[in-house]
């Protein structure tokens, strides 16, 4: 009789542990789920990233390339209006017409260069939430994990609440809304 007692007691004490390591797994499955999307989407952004910073980087190349040229042109004018010579006028407006020609391109340039740079932080705010979104959901995963082992339930909602957090995060980046935290990515860059 004692060992049937023994039995049943021990029956309903893992009933309780089943329970909260059934709701684990589940928690796992869904944060793990969610957290690999979000590595994957993750990887396409960095990859955007890349991208505008290499135009950026090029844009400003040709910008100061340009520049150079222009500043060239400009010593070519001076010598010439130095020398004072009567048949260098024609070459003089060729050089005023360069000054000019470049200082636009240069404007344009300088615009299109600000623009990727623009690209690139408007994709680093969503790599920073998706960072954020990695960074909490391993969290609760690990929350998750001592959970199953000491079987607190209310381990288990905090580290609920931590991943459903993540996940909000992860969805917001995923539609393109700012739920950007500057503290937290200033601490954490």
């Known amino acids: 009789m004692a060992d049937i007692i023994d039995t049943v007691q021990e029956q309903v004490e893992n009933a309780g542990k089943n329970k909260i390591n059934s709701m684990v797994a589940v928690m796992v499955a869904i944060t793990a789920t969610f957290m690999a999307l979000c590595n994957v989407k993750d990887g396409n952004v960095v990859q955007a990233m890349s991208q505008a910073q290499a135009n950026a980087l090029n844009a400003w ?61 408007a994709i680093n705010l969503f790599d920073d939430q998706f960072d954020m979104t990695d960074a909490l959901l391993t969290i609760s995963i690990a929350m998750l994990g001592i959970t199953s082992l000491t079987q607190k339930k209310w381990l288990l909602y905090f580290a609920g609440g931590v991943s459903i957090i993540g996940i909000i995060l992860g969805l917001a980046a995923f539609i393109k809304i700012s739920l950007h935290s500057d503290i937290v990515s200033k601490i954490l860059g």
């Open 61 to 121: 190349s040709y910008f100061e390339a340009k520049s150079t040229k222009q500043a060239i042109a400009e010593n070519s004018l001076e010598l010439l209006k130095l020398q004072h010579i009567p048949q260098s006028e024609s070459a003089i407006k060729n050089y005023e017409e360069k000054i000019n020609r470049y200082e636009k391109e240069k404007t344009t340039i300088k615009a299109q260069a600000e623009s990727y740079q623009k690209d690139y932080d």
